[in-house]
């Protein structure tokens, strides 16, 4: 086991109020894609990724877990490709509620999609395997460790790590051979978003000292968010895509969702945002704004399970 080397900014070892937080509740909404297949991408994302097709008409499909939304693809036929050095997404994590229904879905896509698999880490808090969707999207499939294992650096930050994992030796362990296979999907929901960002300090300064998630690993080149004290909701990094400008319309990530326990905490963080000169929009149900790439962000109330 090794640990990677964190050397992290002093605005990210920097307590604050509870105030100036978003709740413990903050969980991530379904991310959408533009694509231009829609129906290969479904195809990929039931039959590969195993999420239920949870809502189809015209040009929008809805996939997810027992009505849980993870995924939102809309059909838009007039943008160019996504670039892989701009502003926009790195990868859309699928968190599987444990090892057994994580190895279904690596079983799923070895057999639907091999030729989309691009590598697998042991992260010590998560083991995760990692694809690239047909339009060129990352997409993680992963299970998280109990929390109480999870590794800590004297300074609080909490530790990475990023250690080989066989993807075989996995799926011997934790695939059954003799039990009858499930007829359902693997049950999962959104873990977590990774975005590609053009700074680190304009990141954390909007996402962590303007939205109010916590640092909870900083690497320098990538900084790992949440809300909570859960491993990430966020990650930001720079590795394709420093000094990234705003993004230009194109397809891929088209909206980040995030879902708030309750309408008070949706006029804290509006609040936060006017204080900070965020330009905002507030239907009385959802926020929007846009991050400082142009990546829109839309907060809600987190909505009651099976509703889509």
């Not at 993004?247 to 969702?257: D, F, I, T, W, Y």
């Not at 704004?289 to 099976?306: N, R």
Request: proline share 6%.
């Amino acid at each position: 086991m090794s640990l990677l080397t964190q050397r992290p900014d002093p605005r990210s070892l920097r307590r604050r109020p509870a105030d100036d937080l978003l709740s413990d509740g903050t969980t991530m909404g379904a991310v959408e894609l533009l694509v231009k297949d829609l129906d290969g991408m479904i195809a990929y994302y039931s039959t590969g990724v195993t999420l239920d097709v949870l809502q189809h008409s015209g040009d929008t499909a809805v996939l997810g877990h027992d009505g849980r939304m993870v995924v939102r693809l809309r059909r838009v036929t007039d943008l160019p490709s996504w670039r892989p050095n701009q502003a926009g997404l790195f990868h859309t994590a699928v968190l599987f509620d444990d090892d057994a229904a994580l190895a279904r879905a690596l079983a799923s896509m070895a057999r639907f999609a091999p030729g989309t698999f691009t590598g697998s880490a042991d992260h010590l808090y998560s083991q995760a395997f990692y694809f690239t969707d047909p339009e060129g999207n990352g997409v993680e499939l992963y299970a998280d460790r109990p929390r109480e294992t999870w590794q800590r650096e004297a300074n609080g930050l909490l530790s990475l790590a990023s250690n080989y994992l066989d993807p075989n030796e996995f799926l011997r362990t934790n695939l059954s051979r003799e039990a009858p296979q499930p007829t359902t999907a693997p049950a999962s929901t959104l873990g977590h978003v990774h975005l590609q960002v053009g700074d680190i300090p304009t990141g954390r300064e909007f996402y962590v000292d303007t939205l109010g998630f916590e640092v909870m690993s900083d690497a320098g080149s990538a900084l790992f968010i949440s809300a909570g004290g859960y491993h990430h909701h966020i990650a930001l990094n720079t590795w394709n895509s420093a000094g990234a400008g705003p993004r230009a319309a194109s397809l891929g990530l088209g909206q980040v969702n995030i879902d708030l326990p309750t309408g008070e905490d949706i006029a804290a963080l509006e609040e936060r945002l006017t204080d900070h000169r965020v330009a905002t929009r507030h239907d009385g149900a959802v926020l929007r704004f846009e991050d400082p790439w142009g990546t829109l962000i839309q907060v809600a109330q987190a909505p009651e399970p099976g509703v889509v």
